[in-house]
């Protein structure tokens, strides 16, 4: 199999690319910005082919996929993984650079991929891509506005490429977590831990090899199973914004 994922250099995109090495005959692609990263990842995994690269720039997903038409010719399995949400400002005071780069990075970043690795995965027999969106995509909270808006869009492609794809061997899959400890908190908060941290006070969250084991379990279902949509969060969760804390 082989596989590319996003956003493999932390969190449940480095969760994600472990497991699927532990598949049989997997080749691994992973993509993020931080190089050193990807390579540790990589090496620890008994190679992989290592692009690091800004999916904010236009030309990226052009580029990553040419090389991967050099080294492979064909791509099994697209992991849609990259993302972040960036602040949790109300509408009022909502700025500017966090929403388009949650757009650019979340939507359009993610279109661009998809565009580009389509004429790979229609060159393998059976393709899958999975698309991580968020309990965000369908719910929503105060503050969240740009990052809801974002994952309601991830939603939204998945359902279009399902009904493009209608006919051809490719599988469609939208993972959609609730809170996973990663660091995406810290992300969202500009690299503040304190802040980061009590997102997940007092409650255990999903941890990115839980998505993980969601992933690879849809991928490795028969080629004629598609697993649509599945949502996953932790217990304590039952809703975005409705957390029990402290329990016993
Ligand atoms: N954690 C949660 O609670 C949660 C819940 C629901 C959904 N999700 C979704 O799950 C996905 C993974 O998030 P995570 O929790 O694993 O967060 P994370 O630990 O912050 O990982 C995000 C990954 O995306 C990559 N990335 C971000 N911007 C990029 C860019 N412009 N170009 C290339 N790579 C980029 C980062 O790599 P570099 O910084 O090295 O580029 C990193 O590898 C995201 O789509 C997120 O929205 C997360």
Known sequence: MIALVTGASSGIGAAVARRLAAEPEARLVLVARRRDRLEALAEGLGGATVIAADLL?????????????????????????????????????????????????????????????????????????????????FEVYPGGAGYAASK?????????????????????????????????????????????????????PLTADDVA?????AVTRPPHVDIDVMVVRPVAQAASHKVARNLE
């Open 213 to 217: 084991d969601c992933i690879v379990w």
């Open 57 to 137: 720039q236009e030309a990226t997903p052009g580029l990553v996929a040419r090389r991967v038409t050099e080294e492979h010719g064909r791509l099994d399995l697209l992991v849609n993984n990259a993302g972040a949400a960036l602040g949790l400002d109300p509408v009022a005071e909502g700025r500017d650079d966090d929403w388009q780069a949650m757009m650019d990075t979340n939507v359009v970043g993610l279109l661009r991929v998809t565009r580009s690795f389509l004429p790979l995965l229609r060159a393998a027999p059976h393709a899958h891509i999975v698309n991580l969106g968020s309990i965000a995509g």
């Open 152 to 204: 309601h869009a991830v939603r939204a492609i998945t359902q279009v490429l399902r009904l493009e794809l209608n006919g051809e061997p490719i599988r469609i899959t939208e993972i959609a977590p609730g809170m996973v400890e990663t660091e995406f908190s810290e992300v969202r908060f500009g690299g503040d831990k304190q802040r980061a941290a009590g997102v997940y006070a007092g409650v255990q």
